[in-house]
């Protein structure tokens, strides 16, 4: 199945989707950092991305009409600071808005399905009429605004349209949902929220993929049974005290605590949240660099140092969420906090194992802004399995049906 993705940047969403099945006949990325790193693994042989044609150019500039064929998926994350926690929130206000371009996108690439993937700050309330604009934007493309027409009258344009239940050339049924990449075994507590859609043609019935892990089972298997820590050699003498935050939450599994797991915990949901340690405890101490320099951007990076608010990331949770900052994130988010109070950045490596990245993928980039493209990236297992779901369904639907293609010919 062919693909198109704008927004590129250090290539997670596109190797998920690469993955999933989709061929990328262009994606779309203007940072020259980010397109370095891509074109470096296309140097170095990495076969996911060997074949990817990568346009640096600013989306704006992209001229759609020379991608020929249909194209079954147009993907991208359109860049976060207007909407971002930490940004200005800004966004339709923000320059560096590109929904609408992703728009344009839609118009002319006419695709069978989209995906997008954003922070969870474009869910804030005082964003949520610009929301509603992007979702209804993209559910009809073809109605777009009017010169000199502000997106608050375009808006209200869009919902009597949409109400009025009249049909459209190009139309999509559009479905959002906020999503936790623990939820879905990534070792890190990431809130993203992602908007798919699939043209009204294909008469879709298509949802979100059920989540696979739980912070329940986490729990369960480091306080109740014990699995945990078997898993990784920590004896019982060795192994943390009971928080007391989750003596009442293990009371709430059952009456008590001698039943089997499967009583304990919902059943089909019964994998654990990965964490930190599950991440990387196969990788050597960055501090020893005679064992560390055998693994690529496995390199310690001193001066971390913990305070009130910037305490980094437990060993044995899944990660705070990675941060496109460096040094001065918020939280301490790229910092590693080990259970003897000692704290250190995470090294590149991994980082890019938090975001599950392969391991044969290469950042040649300095520390600093390679954590700057894995802290913008999408976590590759969450994306591969939302775009697996999309490329299975588009295969059911389209088995043995004619599609409408871009042109409206059948």
């Avoid at 020259?32 to 891509?38: A, F, R, V």
């Avoid at 604009?133 to 375009?154: F, G, M, N, R």
């Avoid at 990431?190 to 993929?209: C, K, Q």
Wanted: hydrophobic share 35%; with cysteine; net charge neutral.
């Amino acid at each position: 199945m062919k693909s198109v993705e704008l927004f590129t940047g250090a290539g997670g969403l596109a190797i998920a989707t690469a993955k999933a099945g989709f061929h990328h006949l262009a994606l779309v990325e203007r940072d020259k950092h980010s397109c370095h790193t891509i074109r470096e693994n296309q140097q170095r042989g990495v076969s996911v991305v060997r074949d990817w044609c990568v346009h640096q150019m600013d989306v704006v500039d992209f001229d759609f009409s020379t991608v020929g064929g249909e194209i079954d998926l147009l993907a991208g994350g359109p860049p976060c600071q207007p909407f971002s926690i930490g940004g200005r929130h800004g966004a339709h206000l923000d320059e560096r808005d590109m929904f609408p371009r992703f728009f344009q996108a839609v118009r002319e690439l006419r695709p069978k399905a989209f995906l997008i993937e954003n922070v969870r700050g474009l869910l804030r309330q005082n964003f949520i009429n610009y929301f509603e604009y992007i979702t209804l934007q993209l559910a009809h493309p073809e109605l777009q605004p009017k010169q000199d027409e502000s997106w608050v009258d375009h808006l209200a344009r869009l919902e009597r349209h949409h109400n009025s239940g009249a049909s459209d050339d190009l139309g999509y049924r559009v479905t959002f949902r906020l999503l936790n990449a623990a939820d879905y075994g990534v070792p890190q507590k990431r809130e993203r929220v992602f908007i798919v859609g699939f043209r009204d043609d294909l008469n879709a019935n298509w949802s979100f993929p059920e989540p696979t892990h739980t912070e329940e089972a986490l729990i369960w298997h480091k306080w109740v049974t014990g699995e945990y820590w078997e898993k990784h050699g920590i004896s019982s003498h060795d192994r943390p005290e009971i928080p007391a935050r989750l003596r009442s939450r293990l009371q709430r599994f059952g009456a008590n605590l001698l039943g089997t797991v499967s009583e304990a915990i919902p059943k089909g949901i019964a994998s654990p949240w990965c964490t930190v340690r599950d991440a990387i405890s196969d990788l050597p101490p960055p501090e020893n660099v005679d064992l560390a320099a055998s693994i690529p951007n496995h390199v310690y990076i001193p001066g971390a140092r913990s305070y009130p608010g910037h305490t980094g990331s437990p060993l044995d949770e899944p990660a705070k969420t990675l941060k496109a900052g460096v040094h001065g994130v918020p939280g301490g988010e790229n910092m590693l906090a080990l259970p003897s109070g000692k704290v250190r950045y995470f090294t590149v490596r991994e980082a890019a194992r938090l975001q599950t990245f392969p391991d044969d993928y290469y950042f040649p980039c300095t520390w600093g802004e390679s954590m700057r493209q894995i802290g913008n990236a999408v976590p590759v297992t969450l994306a591969y399995i939302i775009a697996a779901s999309i490329r299975n369904h588009l295969q059911e639907l389209t088995v043995g049906k004619k599609v409408v293609s871009r042109s409206g010919k059948i």
